[in-house]
């Protein structure tokens, strides 16, 4: 069993609707989440970055850490066209140097 | 800051070819990493560096693969004897010393062995 499980969809919706990525993990030493966005032939982008369990909101994106059920969100509010990409959680141990990655989540965002 | 530079941006070559990549990181940032992508999956850590120091390999660095980073500037990652299972994205990322899980990408190496 993997460490972070995340559902790889494809999801598609359409302009405007709001968007919810999840992921879940297994190892309750993982203390800081991160998510990233993948475009097609790019490499990941840092998104949102939460260290402590509660939501976290940067304009159009919030960010939800539930350390007790160990399940991590990404909201997506009035979704765009452009928002169409690969959306990958990530998280690391505190005295650990390297992320664990999900697998990812492919979005379209239909105009 | 032009971000996490790499090179060559595709290679493809023979299986039992060497090859080498070239990542350039952001000039104030210490660290540097080197992770694996396949098709479908996220990426899975290679290899880490402070400065010129190598402080971690991951399990899936066999002894065919060699990282450096002369002088803490620039990294190589370097495939020996190239096999069919080594295809896959290769990225490069850095960060600040102090901010280590805050890691910066560079758009990858894609890599096809044939």
């Known amino acids: 069993q993997k460490e972070v499980e995340q559902d790889p969809g494809p999801l598609s919706v359409p302009e405007g609707a709001i968007v919810s990525l999840n992921c879940t993990y297994s190892?309750?030493?993982?203390?800081?989440f991160m998510w990233y966005r993948q475009y097609s032939r790019k490499g990941p982008e840092l998104l949102m970055y939460?260290?402590?369990?509660g939501n976290k909101e940067d304009g159009r994106f919030t960010a939800q850490v539930d350390k007790s059920s160990k399940y991590i969100s990404l909201f997506i509010r009035d979704s765009q066209p452009s928002d169409s990409a690969t959306y990958l959680c990530?998280?690391?141990?505190?005295?650990?140097?390297?992320?664990?990655f999900g697998s990812g989540t492919q979005l379209t965002v239909l105009p | 800051d032009t971000g996490v530079s790499q090179n060559p941006r595709h290679k493809i070559t023979k299986r039992g070819q060497n090859v080498t990549f070239r990542c350039d990181p952001i000039?104030?940032?210490?660290?540097l990493y080197w992770y694996r992508q396949t098709l479908g999956q996220g990426p899975e850590f290679l290899t880490y560096?402070?400065?010129?120091?190598?402080?971690?390999k991951s399990r899936l660095l066999s002894d065919r693969f060699s990282a450096e980073r002369p002088k803490g500037s620039f990294s190589t990652l370097e495939i020996q004897r190239t096999e069919q299972g080594d295809s896959a994205m290769y990225l490069c990322?850095?960060?600040?010393?102090?901010?280590?899980?805050?890691?910066?990408f560079g758009s990858g190496t894609q890599l096809s062995v044939l």
């Open positions: 990322a850095s960060s600040y010393h102090d901010r280590g899980e805050k890691l910066f």
């Open positions: 560096f402070q400065n010129e120091a190598q402080l971690e």
């Open positions: 190892n309750s030493a993982f203390q800081y």
């Open positions: 990530a998280m690391i141990r505190g005295s650990a140097r390297q992320l664990t």
């Open positions: 000039s104030e940032h210490n660290r």
């Open positions: 939460t260290y402590s369990s």
